[in-house]
């Protein structure tokens, strides 16, 4: 179900890619990849929280949980694309170059990007929650039974 | 009357020094960095966090590094920090059945779908010292074994399929925050649960010991310990649909309690619940056990008067940094209260001798 959601929208996703990146990742795929365009601050990179909420037994009635560290900021490129960024933890430089990203997604070198900065993004990702569940994985138990010799 | 005291300027800014110089402790030993109290010190990292009320473990490093490792003046230095940040929302309630499961395990369930992960545990070892980590040593690599992608459902699911417990049934309301409401009561379960996931840890376990031990006794189990990552995602006004912004460490404990039925409730299994920032299992299972003792009056049961009932009691004393900031308050000059103190008790004296005299005239 969220995965189709999100296909329907292809920019909640890269989004949240940006966001999870770890940290310098982004800018230094971002200037392997291309010269980074000039664009003017609609907010400049600006440190801020996120108040994170849970629900009481998983799935009842919200309660608030904490903040977390957030960093957003909005550009726009000399050719007129908005680009968003909001990014856990305190990471102004980051935020930027999520933005760009964010912007030059809308422009006509999407595809040069996508290849060259998302797609890596993604299977990095990947990689990390793979390599984590296999530990994990080698950590579950197997039950067996022993056999009673009452008969 | 209030008279000020002046003349404590240079021996404060002297004292700041030396602590700075504590602080660094034997400069032949190498400095600790940010990255190895981030990495090597994770748990106390968890818990400066969970009780700082703010998940950023870069910033719970530094704050371990400044105060010389002492969680409270920590948690302290970050609660103090979070005021400085302006607010940008609210998440959407955070889903921790997509959780990415580092540790499950169940004390209710052998053989549930999605099996019993140990994760990287404490449990079983032996509780000896290990010298092996005094010398610089290698670690070998984790053991990995090729995952069946399965979900990893939540245990109360199955005893809910049957009736069997009672359910948390989805609701929308927004919860109160007591970060800009003072608390008061009586609270209500959303209210509780804020101030128990970022309670102090110890007071917390003790008020969850003492349910054990039969001050309001609950018989709870552990339904489910799950800890891992999940994702956090946040409505941007500006574009006008919701976004992942982060990924944070929670460990969730759901406890199942006997419970006999009430006049309003039919016997059925009731819940605990905790949920805490990080690795902090002993906290959040702590927190359940709390978080089901104050569930007595919704449950329609009969209040046993243990302290873990009394919210007002549990609530208002399990704050680390109110509780230290009126404790320690206590040490700072209190000389002219201490004078009018003392006059008294000068008179009073003067008093009882004049009178004792005046008796053994008689």
Redesign the interface.
Known sequence: MKDTFEEENPRKRWMGLLAKAPAGRVSALLDACIARPSFEWLRAPEIGSTMVQARAGGTGAPFNLGEMSVTRCALTLESGEVGHAYIQGRRKADAEAAALVDALMQTDAAEQVRTAILEPLAAEAAARRAARSSKAAATKVDFFTLVRGED | MYVAVKGGERAIENAHAWLAEERRGDTKVAELTIEQIREQLSLSVHRV??EG????P??AALAIKQSRGDLIEAIFLIRAY?TT??????????D???M????RISATF??LPG??????TFDYTHRLLDFKLAADGEVAE???????PADVP?V?EFLNQEGLIEE????????????REPLEMPAD???R??AL??SDEGFTLGMAYSTQRGYGRNHAFVGELRIGSV????E?L??G????????TLT?C?TVNQFTGSKTEPPQFT?G?G?V?GQTERKAISMALVDRALRWEELGEDSAGAPAQDAEFVLYHADNIQATGFLEHIKLPHYVDFQSELELVRKLRREAGAHQVQEAAE
């Open positions: 966090m969970a009320s703010l998940y950023d870069d910033l979070r940040l302006p607010r940008f929302g609210s998440s959407k309630p955070i921790t059945g997509v990415d499961c580092d540790r052998k053989d099996g019993q992960i140990l994760g990287p984790a053991p990995s074994r090729d995952v069946e939540h109360t948390a049934p989805h609701d929308d309301t927004m919860p109160p925050d007591l970060t379960r959303a209210l649960l804020q996931t970022r994702p956090v995602e946040m941007i500006e574009l649909f919701s976004i992942e912004i982060g990924e944070i969730e759901e819940r619940y949920l920032f």
